[in-house]
């Protein structure tokens, strides 16, 4: 048995002492938002503004602006209707904050209009605007049910994207577009993987069952919670014996299947789950590479939380010269940059964030990577080129390029896709089906795309 979970009483006491007042909250969102319209990406503008802050708060901040960004689309739309003509940029920021918050259901009416009008008296740039503020949200509050029936038949608003990105998930999903869309706009759900080499799935269940905390399995070595939680409060968490990590990304090292003593290589393996994963599965010898120095220490902690080791490396998977040492590999895993798209409901910011020209643009990195890597493969040897992205650019497209190319590169058949070829689209069928062991793909997911080429 796992140790016993902390008296829940002391524990909420230690968590308000942490706690920020909703009205600070509101300020640093309103600054995360502004640094995000300058271009900021979202995991930036809030590792910038929550420095200095306990971990709750930090984790209040970020539950915040998540709930705005989902609600962005209505926010904007909702406080643009209510207003003869544009406030200055901080005064938006409010209302699209307060907006949002009230839709989310998470505080009281009263609280937060009193709340953001108090923020907006705490800062120069918008005091003068309290009164307005006041006035547009409290009108918000009567007419929010008239306002939200005109606005959802705006297709932005309805699915909080951009019309262009609507408009690419309809053309590379037409029969299913409108789901894609509709489960990018829900809260991701908190999916575990089981480490083998401690733990049954079945008997980590009942270890939560013991602990009054209902989950479901829904995948090979997946859990999902019914309600997400705090990391610190995961049953087995701090001791290496759960990780979280979606179910559709767990299918990369079931894929890849290592074997005992193989030489593999995680090209782009930042923040070092698939590293795990790997590890987790087999003893093997894995060499983790990831471009950003800060996100390779984030693979290091991750490693040593599950008493696992890799040969990590801050480098540029494509600068072979630079980091290489002449080894060929027995598997290489290349988790390739790209759109984000599968993942939208866990990112809510993607759409946002990207433009038109983006899945072209890493479409040609993704190719850089593979014809860098493919050299590094032994005969007989395979690569798995997966992204969290459902545009064809991006999966079958980038694949069909490479072999039609590479005359030695043959797509292999794996569990679930005989053509060597996996694409899946976010999906939700926890209600619908009870798990199968046997199943390719788990019951939840985000989207993904898998390619298991073996060099001949």
């Keep these: 048995m796992m140790d016993q979970a902390p008296n829940k009483h002391t524990t909420d006491k230690a968590a308000n002492r942490l706690q920020l007042p909703l009205q600070q909250l509101i300020e640093l969102a309103a600054e995360v938002r502004r640094r995000m319209l300058e271009g900021v990406s979202l995991s930036s503008a809030l590792e910038t503004v929550s420095i200095g802050l306990p971990a709750q708060a930090r984790a209040a901040l970020q539950s915040i602006v998540y709930d705005v960004i989902r609600r962005r689309a209505f926010a904007n739309a909702a406080a643009t209707g209510l207003l003869s003509s544009p406030p200055p940029p901080p005064v938006m920021g409010l209302l699209e904050i307060a907006i949002a918050l009230v839709v989310e259901g998470r505080y009281s009416d009263f609280t937060l209009v009193n709340e953001t009008v108090n923020a907006a008296r705490n800062n120069r740039r918008t005091v003068r605007f309290a009164g307005l503020i006041n006035a547009v949200l409290r009108r918000f509050l009567r007419e929010r049910e008239q306002i939200s029936a ?11 994207a951009p019309l262009w990105w609507i408009r690419r998930i309809k053309e590379s999903h037409p029969s ?3 789901e894609i869309l509709r489960i990018g706009t829900l809260h991701a759900p908190m999916t575990l993987r089981v480490n083998a080499r401690r733990i049954t799935p079945a008997a980590y269940l009942e270890e939560l069952k013991a602990r009054g905390i209902p989950a479901l399995r829904v995948g090979r070595s997946a859990v999902m919670l019914e309600s997400p939680l705090p990391v610190k409060d995961i049953p087995g968490f701090t001791e290496g014996i759960v990780s979280v990590q979606d179910a559709g ?3 990369a090292a079931e894929i890849l299947a290592p074997q005992k003593n193989e030489q593999i290589l995680d090209a782009c393996a930042a923040p070092g789950g698939k590293t795990a994963h790997l590890l987790e599965s087999a003893d093997c010898h894995v060499t ?3 471009i950003d120095p800060k996100r390779a220490e984030l693979i290091k902690s991750t490693l040593l939380r599950l008493g696992v080791e890799a040969t990590v490396r801050a480098a540029d998977a494509a600068m072979v010269s630079e980091w290489h040492s002449g080894r060929e590999f027995d598997a290489i895993l290349l ?3 790209c759109t ?9 910011d993607v759409p946002w964030s990207r433009r038109p020209e983006d899945p072209a643009r890493l479409a040609r990195e993704q190719a850089r990577l593979l014809n860098a890597l493919w050299p590094l493969v032994k005969k007989g040897g395979r690569l798995l080129y997966c992204t969290c992205s459902i545009f064809p650019e991006e999966g079958p497209d980038q694949i069909r390029r490479f072999t039609a190319n590479h005359g030695d590169a043959q797509l292999t058949a794996f569990k679930g896709a005989p053509t060597g070829m996996m694409s899946l689209v976010p999906a939700d069928h926890v209600h619908e089906l009870p798990f199968n062991p046997n199943a390719a793909e788990p019951l939840v997911h985000d989207g993904f795309f898998y390619a298991l080429l073996t060099k001949l």
């Design 249 to 251: 990304t767990q299918l």
């Design 176 to 178: 299913n577009w409108e």
């Design 288 to 290: 983790a590479l990831e």
């Design 340 to 348: 984000a798209s599968g993942i939208v409901r866990r990112q809510p």
């Design 150 to 160: 005109v606005l959802q038949k705006d297709l932005d608003v309805r699915f909080n």
């Design 335 to 337: 988790d390739a940059p």
